[in-house]
């Protein structure tokens, strides 16, 4: 049977990139492309189509910051599905965005400046508004929009045979510092979409506590910077262009191996048609028994020390 997968903020940017690649994957995928805007989601359809003619490629029109779209969306996946095998909670907003120049020249000058320019802690300051349901509009789209979403979807999400995933893009612009569970919108705030982005990852955790035994697993995933619609809002393509080089060097020397999971093995991967992949392996072991093998090797490497110091002093 095909597998199912509706993408939210799929007519550009990372989510166009991912139906991409997800078909490049899985050739007879059923995609579903959950979007606001139609014409847009016709045009990307009938090109994923043209080059992936094996798969079903659909859409459904939604916009995650009204929740009567939501709604009505919902009703509609539950009458053309009878289960969804992944879900990515992509779709997202910056409106709005201003740099905040004078942290910009503070950060260039000081030791933080590659974390500022990896992560935009400070940079980006956004004007948010009010939904017509009353809500902070990043809160609605990039966080509640989607969590309304996935409860009116649960009965195509839990499944006791098989299990679904959810997959939010998230953004390493994700900072507790901005976030408040006495204001979960940030409605008093400067960095709604920092605070947005928090906000999912908290959710993501969270939906694994409340969903893993109903056969939901929930993931979190940030794209890197990408020039996309949301990014040339900050600054100008040509900008991006010429930041290029200067972002490259930062990417290189932030590459912090302890960001990388101690008990996961990296795997490379080529598929049958040769192209290359990297995927993860969890490592069968305990900390505890590495910990005593690291104190038997320790061991005997003092005893090898000894007996060839004995051994050269002998001879
Ligand atoms: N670009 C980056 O460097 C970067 C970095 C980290 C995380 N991200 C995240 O990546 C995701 C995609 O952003 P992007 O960079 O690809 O920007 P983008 O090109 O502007 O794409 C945003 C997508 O979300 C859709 N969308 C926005 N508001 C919506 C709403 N109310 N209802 C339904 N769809 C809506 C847009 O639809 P329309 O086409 O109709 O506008 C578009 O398809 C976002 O969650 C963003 O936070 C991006």
Redesign the pocket.
């Known amino acids: 049977m095909r597998k199912a997968v509706l993408v939210?903020?799929?007519?550009?940017?990372?989510?166009?990139?991912l139906c991409k690649r997800l078909l490049e994957e899985d050739h007879e995928l059923h995609l579903c492309l959950?979007?606001?805007?139609r014409s847009?989601a016709e045009a990307v359809c009938e090109a994923l189509l043209a080059s992936h003619p094996l798969a079903e490629v659909s859409i459904v029109q939604?916009?995650?910051?009204?929740l009567q779209?939501v709604f009505r969306a919902s009703e509609e996946l539950k009458q053309r599905f009878q289960r969804l095998d992944y879900v990515y909670?992509?779709?997202?907003?910056?409106p709005n965005p201003q740099l905040n120049i004078k942290a910009l020249f503070s950060g260039l000058f000081s030791r933080k400046v590659i974390h500022m320019f990896s992560t935009a802690e400070g940079l980006l300051t956004q004007e948010d508004q009010i939904t017509a349901d009353g809500l902070q509009?990043v809160f609605?789209?990039?966080v509640f929009?989607h969590f309304i979403l996935i409860q009116e979807l649960a009965p195509l999400l839990c499944h006791s045979d098989s299990p679904s995933q959810l997959i939010?893009?998230?953004?390493?612009?994700a900072r507790k510092s901005n976030f408040c569970l006495e204001d979960i919108q940030h409605s008093r705030g400067q960095e709604p979409?920092s605070s947005?982005?928090y906000a999912?990852d908290l959710l993501s955790v969270a939906v694994n506590r409340n969903f893993n035994s109903r056969g939901l697993y929930s993931s979190v995933v940030?794209?890197?910077?990408?020039?996309?619609?949301?990014?040339c809002?900050i600054l100008p393509p040509f900008v991006w262009t010429l930041l290029m080089p200067i972002i490259w060097l930062v990417w290189l020397f932030h590459q912090k191996p302890e960001s990388l999971n101690p008990l996961t093995k990296y795997l490379s991967a080529t598929t049958g048609f040769g192209s290359n992949y990297v995927m993860t392996q969890k490592m069968d072991l305990d900390e505890d028994t590495a910990e005593k093998f690291y104190q038997n090797l320790l061991e005997l490497e003092k005893h090898v020390r000894a007996t060839i110091q004995k051994r050269n002093h002998q001879s």
């Open positions: 939210t903020g799929a007519s550009s940017g990372v989510g166009l990139a959950a979007c606001r805007n847009k939604v916009d995650v910051s009204n779209s909670l992509n779709a997202g907003i910056m509009e609605e789209t990039n929009g939010w893009t998230s953004s390493r612009n979409y947005s982005k999912v940030c794209p890197g910077t990408m020039v996309t619609n949301m990014t809002g």
